[in-house]
């Protein structure tokens, strides 16, 4: 057994260095920018395929780096909490309301 001391994981910290200096991290990296990328451009497409016809006024924002692909539609068209238990209950879809990144209210983005 290995004690810390409250510091790092020596066992981990070994991983992580040897990912870093054999540049499999770097592989990774680049393997998961292509990754995110495709999912990010698959859901542009079917925004547009999907949602578009639905509501013309539909706003949405690739991302150019992070995680989280951002809906917004129009203010009081449709309450966001209700859609994602219907979406999950019907498609196996889920995401986070907009409200979840605001600091108050129930808001319209996606």
Not at 6 to 25: H, K, V
Request: aromatic letters at 12%; a neutral charge; glycine letters at 10%.
């Amino acid at each position: 057994l290995i004690l810390s001391g409250g510091g790092l994981n020596p066992f981990t910290s070994e991983i992580i260095a040897e990912l870093i200096e054999s540049g499999e991290q770097a592989r990774i990296i680049r393997r998961l920018r292509e990754v995110y990328s495709n999912n990010m451009e698959v859901m542009a497409t079917a925004v547009e395929k999907y949602l578009r016809p639905v509501c013309s006024d539909i706003r949405y924002f690739k991302p150019t780096g992070g995680f989280f692909f951002w809906v917004q539609l129009p203010l009081g068209l449709v309450d966001t909490w209700e859609l994602n238990e219907a979406a999950q209950l019907n498609h196996s879809v889920s995401f986070f309301p907009g409200a979840k990144f605001a600091s108050k209210g129930r808001g319209s983005g996606l």
